[in-house]
């Protein structure tokens, strides 16, 4: 489950050459918490995230399970990925955790505006722009951990995904109609939290509020 200070790194926000907005332009997503491993895997568990959920923007994820429920990891809440994979749980330390509520902290919390709709590589996704300057403050926080382990360039773009393995093109038209419809959505960014995955799926490890120090 993202105006913002610190300022957004300079680059440009790189997409896959497939991806393309609704009005036909090209555009990078990636989708979060479910992106499989180097090996082509399933994440194992003990893998961690850091992530914003933006539970107003559960009607798109609804809408994509009302035409097809297999296209939605179901628990899995409406969300924008920071860092993907985090630290391992295994090695995580009380200074990474103290260095996500201190960098949460530094951020606002935010009213965003949601009226973007992606499609590519059999996933839909809407884009976040209003917290793409705090994902980039979050992976300047931990330059060593490679966004998706690099897969999709060095500066994915910030964004909910919607749908996952909609490799037929007319399902991924239907849910891109679908959640088209519910845009633009306004939501409010409020929270960051740590999760990592257990036996039982996704579990939240702590949530840090946006734009509140951490004690005193």
Known sequence: MNSLSPAASAGTVRLPATARRCKGQTLTVVHPWAVHGD???????????????????????????RIDPALVRRGVPAHVSLLYPFVP????????????????A?????????????????????????????????????????PYRGRFGARPAAHVTVAMGADNPAAADHVRAAIGSLLPLRTRAAAV???????????SRFTAPLGVPDGP
């Open 193 to 203: 939290q740590l999760v990592v995955l257990t036996a039982e799926g996704w579990q």
């Open 89 to 104: 749980e295994s090695a995580l330390t009380g200074q990474d955790e103290k260095g996500v509520r201190s960098l949460a």
């Open 39 to 65: 090996d082509g895997g399933m994440p194992e568990p003990g893998t961690t995230a850091v992530v914003i959920v933006l539970p107003d923007a559960a009607p798109l994820l609804d809408a994509a399970w």
């Open 106 to 146: 530094s951020f606002p919390a935010a009213d965003l505006l949601l009226e973007e709709v992606v499609t590519a590589s059999g996933f839909v996704a809407v884009t976040v722009p209003g917290l793409q300057p705090v994902v980039d403050g979050f992976r300047a926080q931990w330059p060593g951990l490679r």
